[in-house]
């Protein structure tokens, strides 16, 4: 069975910073790259980054790269997402999913069919 939860988002001031954690099932998280999505209000769901089942590569959306970090913990089938530097357009809900399909499109959230609850994270300036 699919289990996905997403912790950690809240309101914060533009250029804090929050710890985002997704808790998986151990099948739906050993052996996959985790990935994390967000949908900001209005706007279609978007790629944020993703880590291979090692942690050894990692991948950034446009512009994330130097302000987000991505890691895993395989021992607890977690995965987090750092987030510093935060600003207002990161405000949207933020969603972790597994590439259980192995899918050579894992950044395109079409491929999951499956979603948890997500984490709602709010920026103010």
């Known amino acids: 069975q699919v289990q996905l939860v997403e912790s950690g988002g809240g309101l914060v001031q533009a250029g804090g910073s929050l710890r985002l954690s997704c808790a998986a099932s151990e099948g739906t998280f050993s052996g996959y790259t985790m990935v994390w999505f967000r949908q900001a209000p209005g706007k279609e769901r978007e790629f944020v980054a993703s880590?291979?089942?090692?942690?050894?590569?990692?991948y950034y959306g446009d512009s994330l790269k130097d302000r987000f970090a991505i890691s895993r913990d395989n021992t607890k089938n977690t995965v987090y997402l750092q987030m510093n530097s935060l600003k207002p357009e990161d405000t949207a809900v933020y969603y972790c999913?597994?590439?259980?399909?192995?899918?050579?499109?894992?950044?395109?959230?079409?491929?999951?069919?499956?979603w948890g609850q997500g984490t709602q994270v709010t920026v103010s300036s």
């Open positions: 999913n597994a590439n259980r399909r192995k899918s050579d499109s894992w950044m395109i959230p079409g491929e999951y069919d499956y």
């Open positions: 880590i291979s089942w090692r942690g050894g590569i990692t």
